[in-house]
T-cell receptor
Framework: DAGVIQSPRHEVTEMGQEVTLRCKPISGHNSLFWYRQTMMRGLELLIYFNNNVPIDDSGMPEDRFSAKMPNASFSTLKIQPSEPRDSAVYFC??????????FGSGTRLTVV | KQEVTQIPAALSVPEGENLVLNCSFTDSAIYNLQWFRQDPGKGLTSLLLIQSSQREQTSGRLNASLDKSSGRSTLYIAASQPGDSATYLCAAILMTQGGSEKLVFGKGMKLTVNP
């Protein structure tokens, strides 16, 4: 398996623009998680899905953030409009319950 | 609310030392515990997963133990090498009321092994 695949690896955008991050989980994993990592706050859970259904989105910072999982093999995290304080590394992870988590390589987002 | 703590935040040692990395958590009702490694600018790489029925796991020079009653996990690195330099993160895996899992991370410990 190729692991958890995220795209793009790097994204630089101007403030106010829409940003879409993408994730393909490991086939057969039933849970998917979006995390954000910054130097100040470390790793923060944004939202997670179980069997494609959003379970807990309490970590989503504002209404500007939204996430979808239309099927078991794809998820998106969208920021609209983006702001400089959204600059961070965004990680996607998937798990097969009870067998640990696998993380993607992350998307480094810079909003200027 | 589950909190995971890793102390110290950074450690610098000479090559060859045996190391002990500590992780503590506030709620003993964790499901599993997982240790990760993160190299600068990279993603998280899973090192060891200790499942609820286990007390320890070993992989090569790494050994991780879990004591739920005391709220502690330890990652032991034998004969450290410069290539072990990275940030090590401990994560408590919780089972939510809805039956799904949730991961709570410590802030990590940055390890530097000097040649």
């Amino acid at each position: 398996d190729a692991g958890v695949i995220q795209s793009p690896r790097h994204e630089v955008t101007e403030m106010g623009q829409e940003v879409t991050l993408r994730c393909k989980p490991i086939s057969g994993h039933n849970s998917l998680f979006w995390y954000r990592q910054t130097m100040m706050r470390g790793l923060e859970l944004l939202i997670y899905f179980n069997n494609n259904v959003p379970i807990d989105d309490s970590g989503m910072p504002e209404d500007r953030f939204s996430a979808k999982m239309p099927n078991a093999s794809f998820s998106t995290l969208k920021i609209q409009p983006s702001e400089p304080r959204d600059s961070a590394v965004y990680f996607c992870a998937s798990s097969d319950q009870g067998y640990g988590y696998t993380f993607g390589s992350g998307t480094r987002l810079t909003v200027v | 609310k589950q909190e995971v703590t890793q102390i110290p935040a950074a450690l610098s040692v000479p090559e060859g030392e045996n190391l002990v990395l500590n992780c503590s958590f506030t709620d003993s009702a964790i499901y599993n515990l997982q240790w990760f490694r993160q190299d600068p600018g990279k993603g998280l790489t899973s090192l060891l997963l200790i499942q609820s029925s286990q007390r320890e796991q070993t992989s090569g020079r790494l050994n991780a133990s879990l004591d739920k009653s005391s709220g502690r996990s330890t990652l032991y690195i034998a004969a450290s090498q410069p290539g072990d330099s990275a940030t090590y993160l401990c994560a408590a895996i919780l089972m939510t009321q809805g039956g799904s899992e949730k991961l709570v991370f410590g802030k990590g410990m940055k390890l530097t092994v000097n040649p």
